[in-house]
């Protein structure tokens, strides 16, 4: 398990945020539902998508930034009409939590990280 650091959790909003594109190799075009881990995953490799989530620089930490959008996105990938909503969606990432396939972070400033082992 990897053990974060100290200072982990701490985000620079002027620090340069860079994407992995080399990771993008492993998302396949799919019309079927996504586990939510992967559709995060998905986000995280899309350049267009920066505004709604990125990468922090740090490991695979990474930024929500536009909680609305996020959940937008999610309710469209799984074909859902009716209400959905930020708490909801939270759900699904204390689900990763118990799986151990996220941590959060800091769940204030919305920075989660994937989980390596």
Not at 43 to 59: F, Y
Not at 84 to 95: E, G, I, K, M, P
């Amino acid at each position: 398990v990897t053990r974060p650091r100290e200072d982990y959790g701490i985000y620079d909003p002027n620090a340069e945020i860079t994407a992995d594109h080399s990771l993008k190799k492993f998302i396949v075009g799919s019309d079927c539902k996504k586990s939510f881990w992967f559709f995060i995953f998905s986000l995280l490799t899309d350049p267009t998508k920066m505004a709604v989530i990125s990468w922090t620089g740090r490991g695979l930490e990474f930024k929500i930034n536009s909680q609305d959008e996020l959940v937008a996105l999610w309710k469209e990938s799984q074909q859902m009409m009716s209400s959905y909503h930020w708490d909801s969606l939270c759900r699904n990432f204390r689900a990763c939590y118990k799986k151990r396939i996220m941590i959060p972070v800091n769940t204030r400033l919305n920075i989660y990280a994937f989980v390596t082992e």
